[in-house]
T-cell receptor, first 112, second 113 residues
């Protein structure tokens, strides 16, 4: 069964600090992996997409990494801001299937 | 700007009522999806559609049905609402193809009492 596991479930960080979120998956055959940000009361919005051949991709203060051999991805948030408070969801797609596999998300709270 | 619009942000319905959740996208996307989101479980696929009048069951279709009469509109129907269907419902759309980006609506928080 295709699964996506995220850790930690939640974390609290001080404004200006960095943090890293983890995503492990068993989806196969792998097509791509996206990180989505979901603000409270909103739908998820895509931050980055990683394909099999990509190791690192940045979007502003967000940097995603992918290790396709170990089936792990991380999302690093640099110099966190209050607006980074949200749930971050790892989403993996496999080849030949419309279905997406979602992690349960990591809730990040940034405090002043 | 890409837009997926869900008809209601919040709904309160009684047990046994028939409930309609509407979703409209303006991007001419072929694929449309309905998910429910519950704490600790992530998003789970209820139904998806890859073309007008076409539909396929997702992982948790029981108690739900869908309708797609026009390309831009995808409706989720709860035939007889039950309290265990209290949840956040998210609609999404994407271009045809595998692994294309899904664009989500703002969600409908449904409470069944």
């Amino acid at each position: 069964k295709n699964q996506v596991e995220q850790s930690p479930q939640s974390l609290i960080i001080l404004e200006g600090k960095n943090c890293t979120l983890q995503c492990n998956y068993t989806v196969s055959p792998f097509s791509n992996l996206r990180w989505y940000k979901q603000d409270t009361g909103r739908g998820p919005v895509s931050l980055t997409i990683m394909t099999f051949s990509e190791n690192t991709k940045s979007n502003g203060r967000y940097t995603a990494t992918l290790d396709a051999d170990t089936k792990q991805s991380s999302l690093h948030i640099t110099a966190s801001q209050l607006s980074d408070s949200a749930s971050y969801i790892c989403v993996v797609s496999n080849q030949g299937d419309y279905k997406l596999s979602f992690g349960a998300g990591t809730t990040v709270t940034v405090r002043a | 700007d890409v837009k997926v619009t869900q008809s209601s942000r919040y709904l309160v319905k009684r047990t046994g009522e028939k409930v309609f959740l509407e979703c409209v996208q303006d991007m001419d996307h072929e694929n449309m999806f309905w998910y429910r989101q519950d704490p600790g479980l992530g998003l789970r696929l209820i139904y998806f559609s890859y073309d007008v009048k076409m539909k396929e069951k997702g992982d948790i279709p029981e108690g739900y049905s869908v309708s797609r009469e026009k390309k831009e509109r995808f409706s989720l129907i709860l035939e007889s609402a039950s309290t265990n269907q209290t949840s956040m419902y998210l609609c999404a759309s994407s271009l045809q193809g595998i692994g294309t980006e899904a664009f989500f609506g703002q969600g409908t928080r449904l409470t069944v009492v």
